[in-house]
């Protein structure tokens, strides 16, 4: 796999994340794991750095 494949593959799985993130806080779905709720804030934080990162890879492609 070439650099650029890499990157443009990366930056779309990191964004697709990130916007599945934005999804789920923008519609307070609630995330468990076992008896443990991950708290929405932390959903925030996936948008920020997911969509950084994707931001990152496609810019460098």
Known sequence: MSHSSYMKASGTIF???AVLHLWRALTA???AFGTSFVP???S???VIVAGY???QALKRR
């Open 15 to 17: 964004l697709l994340v």
């Open 29 to 31: 779905t609630p995330v």
């Open 40 to 42: 929405m804030w932390a």
């Open 44 to 46: 925030w934080v996936a």
């Open 53 to 55: 990162l994707s931001y």
